[in-house]
């Protein structure tokens, strides 16, 4: 098959061989890749410092046709993963959003406007600034890429409103908040205030990133809340969430 061409984020790396790695990539053409790089772990290497965690590069694959992992030829450094900032917050932000595109997204199913989105997360990471709500919001807006989303004012029962004010039932299984009619008898419920729901929604909708600052507890309850919709989709609970909090800006 010919040479193919792609924007692509480093999302893992693992030793194959003395000289090799096997490289997963998140591609704006082509979605998630697994390709082969022969001669990566060379110190004089044909990919140089293209494929470091995180690294956006340019990058030229052949498609293997059977089950085999596509064979990597050139990668080229287009910006590297760098901190602008001594916190550690905007690191784990990082690892996290390639650990979602890694956990959620499928080979050759390409999302441009996710990778987009990605790519815009992973700058303003670096730069340290409003890392937890930048975190949300990518968080909010890849379920609303992939389809997965949960309805936010809309019960997942019945279709009515949820009420305004006060607390609402989120149902985990269900997939979003629940009426008080449709609450009894479900599992995995979490009680959530009306107004965490109001910014997941402000965060799931909005067009640009914000450094307009949350407060403490909102904060705090959307982290728990997306903790454990996000375990609930993977079957697992995400290996970098346990750092998420680690030092909030």
């Known amino acids: 098959m010919p040479p193919e061409n792609a924007t692509a984020i480093v999302l893992r790396t693992i030793e194959f061989s003395e000289t090799s790695l096997v490289v997963s990539l998140f591609t704006r053409e082509h979605g998630k890749l697994g390709v082969l790089a022969k001669g990566a772990r060379r110190l004089k290497g044909p990919f140089e410092s293209a494929l470091d965690l995180l690294a956006v590069c340019r990058i030229v694959f052949l498609r293997k046709s059977s089950e085999a992992l596509d064979l990597l030829t050139e990668a080229k450094l287009l910006r590297r993963f760098r901190m602008d900032s001594r916190s550690l917050a905007g690191l784990y932000g990082g690892y996290y959003v390639a650990e979602l595109l890694s956990e959620l997204t499928h080979e050759y199913d390409p999302h441009p406007e996710l990778f987009d989105l990605a790519d815009q997360t992973l700058v303003r990471l670096a730069e340290g600034v409003a890392v937890a709500r930048d975190v949300l919001r990518f968080e909010l ?21 949820v009420p305004a004010g006060g607390r609402v039932a989120f149902g985990h299984w269900d997939g979003g908040v629940l009426c008080p009619k449709c ?3 479900k599992r995995q419920v979490a009680s959530v205030r009306s107004d965490v729901l109001r910014t997941m929604v402000q965060l ?8 307009e600052p949350m407060d403490n507890r909102t904060r705090g309850e959307l982290r728990g809340l997306m903790n454990h919709y996000f375990a609930h989709l993977l079957g697992k609970k995400p290996k970098m969430q346990a750092y998420l909090g680690w030092d909030q800006t």
Request: hydrophobic share 25%; charged share 20%.
């Open 183 to 185: 609450r009894p008898g």
């Open 204 to 211: 799931a909708e909005s067009g640009e990133p914000s450094t």
């Open 141 to 161: 807006h890849l379920l609303r890429h992939l389809g997965l989303l949960p309805s936010l004012e809309q019960c997942v029962g019945c279709g009515c409103d």
